[in-house]
């Protein structure tokens, strides 16, 4: 572990964990933070004791069974720092969870000094039989006792609904429990050092998954996207393929970090900004967990599927000002669904896609990650779109992304940019070069995109970036490809049969002449 100590770089080797806390509390300033540190070390060590039980197989189970916990033992310090802001007020706190059932009674109960209780902490099968028999049922009956789904008792019921305690060792939950009581949720700063390896395990997870967008969209690239858009305070802002919540935790850092926000601001972002969906259980969980640890303590997010939802039952009061989303690639929708939809296909990014348009207000603005293969595919759905798209919303800006840039997805991707409600004149194509093969080693980073966030805000063209005029575009196709007109296009590949026939002459020639050069002799 490499840290700064009185201004020079020392590698410090520590015989024990004893040791290099002392050491570095006393005479260093860690590269991240010491809390930090610690904090990512206790991740670590969570990760081991999931992966030596039977019933965590891959990170999207270390996820999965850390998320719970965590969430748990947040609410525990949410509460307990309620309670000491009701006590200095005079005035009497009413707890969420039931004295029986919160975190510091059953999870990490503390004898009078303050120390660990290893005599009345339940292990073993008792406390397998506790989380199993007792505690999940409890935390899921929430949901129906709750008075509205915008409520932080009504997300208990929905996680605890959905979430199954998979670890099968009774002493390894003991362990982990343990371990998840070392993280505090007290602070700003200890919440922010949290996300941050949150974050981390979520990309792992994405890794790991067999779908690596699901999970995980690069924060590079997020960040970008909200640059152009630049939502202002007021603004609501929407992901009905929510995943992991990257997007709206990404734009709540945005937003949180402008000077001068006022108590009416920051209630504002709490409560009345951000707005997601999400189809699929773990993801549903894990968004939930992602925007409380960056801050948002009763997410917005709603357990549906988004595209079950009839495009005509869309009112003005449910649409919003930025839609921010990336929704899953080659995915397949039932005939029922489509219905849902003007334009029938069964792709699933294409119904996405209306339906991001449909829940954008008039000049709302909209930012989407879609597969290359959208702006070319000559089937009868994706031209529509495309019409539907130029027609009524000014698709200003496209970025066409190099391969890599989804670790583990395997496609190419574009990012359309899009102000609904006045029809598309030029659209300004930036072809995104890295200039190295990007992976797990060397993701896609801020440097990578910041020429482009400079250029896109004037539309400027160079060798990268060029304007499209619409009014050029073959009505019959909308054919968006991405052609940049500043590289020479290649030579167009020849039939084979050409060129046999091309080296049948040659052979033909070279006869000719070896035989010239024979009579010679």
């Known amino acids: 572990m490499v840290f ?83 006590e200095l007020m005079a005035e009497e706190y009413q707890y969420i969870i039931d004295e029986k059932h919160r975190w510091s009674a059953w999870a990490a109960p503390k004898t009078a000094d303050g120390q660990f209780d290893h005599d009345n902490a339940l292990t073993g099968s008792d406390l397998m039989d506790y989380v199993d028999g007792e ?162 303590e009763a997410p917005n997010v709603i357990h549906t599927n988004t595209l079950g939802e009839n495009l005509r039952d869309v009112s003005p009061s449910q649409q919003h000002d930025v839609v921010l989303a990336n929704p899953p690639f080659g995915g397949k929708e039932r005939k029922e669904v489509q219905q849902n939809f003007p334009i029938k296909t069964g792709e699933t990014a294409y119904l996405f896609l209306q339906h991001f348009i449909k829940m954008l207000k008039p000049g709302g603005r909209g930012a989407i990650v879609i597969k290359n293969t959208f702006l070319s595919n000559s089937d009868n759905a994706a031209v529509a779109l495309r019409k539907e798209l130029l027609e009524n919303c000014n698709l200003h800006t496209v970025l066409d992304c190099p391969g890599g840039t989804f670790l ?45 966030v400079e250029l896109q805000n004037s539309f400027i063209e160079t060798d990268k970036s060029w304007s499209l005029d619409i009014t050029t575009l073959d009505d019959a196709t909308w054919d968006l490809s991405v052609k940049n007109p ?6 167009p590949l020849r039939e084979p049969q050409a060129i046999i026939e091309e080296i049948i002459a040659l052979d033909k020639e070279s006869e000719v002449i070896l035989g010239k050069i024979q009579e010679l002799f």
């Not at 006045?422 to 995104?432: A, H, V």
């Not at 500043?486 to 030579?491: C, H």
């Open 4 to 86: 700064i100590c009185t201004g020079q770089k020392s590698q410090i080797k520590a015989e024990s964990v004893v040791y290099l806390q002392r050491y570095a509390l006393t005479n260093c300033v860690g590269l991240y933070g010491f809390k930090a540190y610690m904090f990512e070390q206790t991740f670590k060590n969570i990760d081991d004791i999931f992966n030596k039980d039977a019933g965590c197989s891959s990170e999207l189970d270390y996820t999965e069974q850390s998320s719970w916990m965590l969430f748990l033992k947040y609410l525990d310090d949410l509460e307990f720092t309620k309670s000491q802001e009701a």
């Open 135 to 296: 505690l999940f049922p409890y935390l899921k009956g929430f949901k129906q006792r709750a008075e509205s789904p915008n409520t932080i008792e009504y997300k208990i019921g929905e996680i605890f609904g959905e979430i199954k305690n998979k670890i099968q060792s009774g002493y390894a939950l003991r362990d982990a429990l343990e371990k998840i009581d070392e993280l505090r949720f007290r602070s700003q700063e200890e919440k922010h050092e949290l996300s941050h390896l949150y974050e981390t395990k979520i990309k792992n997870m994405g890794n790991a998954g067999r779908n690596g967008g699901e999970y995980y969209t690069p924060r590079p690239l997020i960040r970008a996207m909200i640059d152009v858009l630049q939502p202002q305070i007021g603004d609501t802002i929407y992901d009905g393929a929510a995943g992991s919540a990257g997007f709206l935790c990404e734009a709540y850092d945005h937003l949180r970090k402008r000077e001068g926000l006022s108590t009416s601001d920051l209630a504002t972002l709490q409560t009345n900004t951000f707005y997601a969906k999400e189809k699929k259980s773990l993801a549903y969980v894990i968004a939930i967990m992602n925007m409380i640890l960056h801050g948002i």
């Open 408 to 452: 583990g997805a395997g496609v190419k991707t574009v990012v359309l940019f899009f102000t609904k409600g006045e029809p598309t004149q030029k659209t300004w194509f930036y072809e995104l070069s890295v200039g190295r093969n990007m992976g797990k080693t060397n993701p896609l980073n801020d440097q990578d995109l910041k020429e482009f």
């Open 486 to 491: 500043n590289v020479e296009e290649e030579a």
